[in-house]
């Protein structure tokens, strides 16, 4: 069983640049959610994908947006950066959105991007 | 909404000593709550979980049991190792609702001495 995967393992970018991470979910898992892990803080929603629509969104602006494939792969592109955008970028996968008692979202090593 | 709160950080005990990492939360209705662990330069592992009140999740040594009446989630751990020296996050999932995302605390470092 593949865990989940993420690309790439750092980034550097400078501000107003766009940029784009990805996700391979676990095998067999249709949903994918991504979560912005700033420096010691605790992971926060961004968004989540289900069977390629996106299924629920946290507070984030519109420059933050994704993608998913029919292989369930997915993708967080971030437009305009910020400074503030420098974080930890964690993929989790899971069977489906949390749905019953028995779901657990995986998580894959996370993409670390710094924004210059 | 959500929010989850955890014992500020951080903590360094010796080795064999007791763990406590206090997690309260406030939610609606019941949701499922988590213990995720972070080893240094990975992504989040889940430690344990429960999905109801008076559920008891457990794992590796690490316990925590749903307090309904007192909205907590405390971790424990009778005898901690070098090896668990890590940063704990404490989550909580609503059980209505389309994505059911996670919501975290801010986390708690532990170290643990030899």
């Known amino acids: 069983e593949t865990g989940v995967t993420q690309s790439p393992t750092h980034l550097i970018k400078t501000r107003g640049q766009q940029v784009t991470l990805r996700c391979s979910s676990q095998?067999?898992?249709?949903?994918v959610s991504w979560y912005q892990q700033a420096l010691g803080q605790g992971p926060q929603f961004i968004f989540q994908y289900y069977r390629e629509e996106e299924n629920g969104r946290g507070n984030f602006p519109p420059r933050f947006s994704g993608l998913q494939f029919p292989n369930y792969s997915s993708e967080l592109n971030v437009n305009a950066l910020e400074l503030d955008d420098s974080a930890l970028y964690l993929c989790?996968?899971?069977?489906?959105?949390?749905?019953?008692?028995?779901?657990?979202?995986?998580f894959g090593p996370g993409t670390r991007l710094t924004v210059l | 909404g959500n929010s989850v709160t955890q014992m500020e950080g951080p903590v360094t005990l010796s080795e064999e000593a007791f763990l406590t990492i206090n997690c309260t939360y406030t939610?609606?209705?019941?949701?499922?709550l988590f213990w995720y662990v972070q080893y240094p330069g990975e992504g989040l592992q889940l430690l344990l979980k429960a999905t109801k009140a008076d559920d008891k999740g457990s794992n590796k040594g690490f316990e925590a049991t749903y307090r309904k009446e007192t909205t907590s989630f405390h971790l424990e751990k009778g005898s901690v190792q070098v090896s668990d020296s890590a940063v704990y996050f404490c989550a909580l999932s609503p059980n209505s609702g389309s994505a059911r995302q996670l919501t975290f605390g801010s986390g708690t470092q532990l170290t643990v001495l030899p």
């Open positions: 989790a996968s899971s069977l489906e959105p949390l749905a019953s008692s028995t779901d657990t979202q995986y």
């Open positions: 939610a609606t209705g019941y949701p499922s």
């Open positions: 095998s067999g898992h249709n949903t």
